[in-house]
């Protein structure tokens, strides 16, 4: 055979090999542009999923922050973060439409109305709070209902995006097995025509299609083992080996920024879990010890960062006292009310923060950001939530801001309660003309003695309505205040005075034998008895009171209070001004 024939058909074997390898290269770029746009397609959609996601905690927040505050900005934005939503919506059904799987048709057509049930019961609470009815939608806002609305419309997101991967990680495969099919059989092909060609389809083969094949089957691979953290190496080819580089790459950054969202989404999501753990805490605190304990040992782990104190406003009004503190704040324990800007303007203030603004009179030390946040209840400081950062370029308050803002509304609500309460109590078991305790608390008193030694002092002010004929009405209940007064400054440390009825007083002495009760009672006899009382400048003449002194031991079977009233009854017979044991004949 010629070397012309053989060369002719070298040539045109070389060429049919050529044209093959040729086709068997255009399906395997085809199928590369195929995972290429999968990958695109997904990657919309998880876009599209996580803005909605994210338009969803928008406008629940801003509808949350809007019953709280009544602010329209925040009005103003859950009417745009609605309108984002339903866009969202409806661009997500159009990007995941194209293919959809039967699932998918079903969280479709489920997601709007998903969202409109949250947007309407998020509608029905606002309109309670435009209506008046703060409470209601408060309640609305933070109930069980609303969380399953919400939920459902995230977990339909969630349940999207994951059948859409999976569809979208099936179409990749099978493009990825038929471009390797076709590569191998490129590569068969091309090795025939190595004694033609061989110098020049190596370093094709080689360098432009097996080594960037090799290394973007590894790298996939790992992505797909959720190992986002490998590195895509630069391809600098301006084709389709260079635009699976880059869209890998792009997947591969989008996986970090999932692993990242949702990293901060967990923390998040346990930051509110902590915050609600510690307002339920709070609403069933019943004293001011119980809840500076509480705050005291959630907010460090809400906020490990941030060191702080609660301070409550003293009776007088002058005085912000500390109730607790954690992580050794700067901040004074006790200082006025002036000294504090945030009290000042009845708003959150920072002090220190790049020194832009008048830093708070009651930090001791400079340089680190410190928030002060007033506690308020019906209009109405109660208190103040201090807050600083251990070391100051640090952030913690920027983005803990409108936590700690949400629970300072209710730890003011908190201490007003507390307060209430106090009052209360104080009302029902003191009297109102006297301060002195009343009938029902010595009643209580007298019920939990139980079996010990205890002595009863009975005084009654002798002649006393001779002071309202006199005098007046008032004139009589000053010489009750004043004999009060004495009382409890003599039973101060030995017992407690109760106001019995009328212008009658009751002492109670646990503890006391007979003869030191009586000694008590002589003490308060001569006490008011050289005691001068004036009415509007006046004197109004000598008060002397009558007791009468009984005890558990004096051997009278008889109740406490009887024998002594008895005793009392029989000085009083017996000349007034005087002092009787029950254990005496008048």
């Known amino acids: 055979m010629k070397i012309s024939t053989i060369t002719n058909w070298a040539y045109g074997v070389t060429l049919v090999l050529t044209i093959l390898s040729g086709g068997a290269m255009f399906v395997a770029v085809n199928r590369a542009e ?9 990657l919309a959609i998880s ?14 927040a801003a509808a949350r922050l809007y019953v709280m505050r009544g602010e329209e900005r925040f009005l103003k934005a859950f009417n745009s973060g609605s309108d984002d939503e ?7 059904k159009m990007l995941a439409d194209s293919d959809p799987s039967a699932d998918e048709k079903s969280i479709l057509e489920s997601l709007p109305d998903a969202a409109g049930a949250l947007d309407t019961y998020e509608a029905d609470a606002i309109n309670l709070y435009r209506n008046g009815d703060a409470a209601g939608a408060r309640s609305l806002l933070f109930s069980d209902e609303h969380e399953r609305h919400e ?3 995230l977990n339909l997101v969630r349940q999207l995006r994951a059948l859409v991967t999976a569809r979208t990680q099936g179409n990749l495969d099978k493009a990825r097995l038929q471009a390797d099919i076709a590569a191998m059989a490129a590569r068969i092909m091309l090795g025939l025509t190595a004694a033609v060609f061989l110098g020049v389809l190596y370093f094709i083969l080689k360098r432009r299609v097996a080594t960037p094949l090799t290394t973007m089957s590894g790298i996939v691979n790992r992505l797909a083992q959720d190992d986002f953290a490998v590195d895509v190496p630069l391809v600098r080819q301006h084709d389709e080996i260079g635009a699976m580089s880059e869209a890998i790459n792009i997947f591969r950054v989008n996986g970090l920024e999932r692993e990242r969202l949702h990293a901060e989404q967990t923390r998040d999501q346990q930051r509110k879990d902590l915050i609600l753990q510690m307002m339920h805490r709070v609403q069933a605190c019943q ?14 782990q809400v906020f490990p960062s941030l060191a702080g104190r609660l301070h409550a406003l003293s009776d007088d009004r002058k005085t912000m006292e500390s109730l607790s503190e954690w992580s050794a704040p700067v901040s004074g324990k006790r200082f006025s009310p002036d000294c504090c800007w945030g009290l000042r303007r009845g708003r959150p203030h920072v002090s220190n923060r790049n020194y832009s603004d008048v830093c708070c009179q009651h930090l001791t030390e400079g340089g680190l950001p410190g928030l002060c946040i007033p506690l308020s209840a019906q209009g109405e400081t109660v208190g103040l939530l201090y807050l600083e950062e251990h070391e100051s370029e640090a952030s913690a308050l920027d983005t803990a801001r409108l936590y700690l803002e949400i629970i300072a509304e209710n730890l003011g609500l908190a201490i007003a309660n507390l307060h209430m309460r106090d009052r209360l109590t104080l009302l029902a078991s003191r009297d109102g003309l006297t301060g002195l305790l009343n009938r029902r608390a010595l009643d209580a008193a007298l019920a939990d003695a139980g079996h010990g030694v205890l002595s009863a002092l009975m005084i009654d002010i002798d002649h006393f309505k001779r002071f309202n004929d006199l005098f007046s009405h008032e004139a009589g209940d000053a010489v009750m205040q004043t004999v009060a007064r ?21 002492v109670l002495l646990p503890g006391r034998q007979l003869a030191a009760a009586f000694d008590c009672a002589e003490t308060i006899r001569q006490t008011i008895a050289t005691t001068s009382v004036a009415y509007r400048g006046q004197a109004i003449g000598p008060v002397t009171v009558s007791i009468g002194v009984a005890s558990t031991t004096d051997g009278e079977d008889a109740p406490l209070l009887a024998k ?23």
């Open 34 to 42: 195929g995972e290429r746009i999968a990958v695109q397609d997904h």
């Open 47 to 60: 876009d599209a999923a996580n803005d909605l996601a994210v338009s969803v905690e928008t406008i629940t």
């Open 86 to 92: 339903h866009r969202g919506a409806t661009h997500l």
């Open 151 to 153: 939920s459902d419309l």
């Open 287 to 300: 004293t001011h010890r119980e809840l500076a304990e509480v705050v005291a040992r959630f907010i460090p």
């Open 486 to 506: 004495l009382l409890d400054a003599a039973v101060a440390g030995k017992g407690s005075t109760y106001r019995y009825g009328g212008e009658e007083f009751t």
């Open 564 to 586: 002594a009233d008895a005793a009392l009854l029989r000085a009083k017979q017996a000349g007034r001004n005087r002092t009787l044991l029950s254990t005496e004949p008048g």
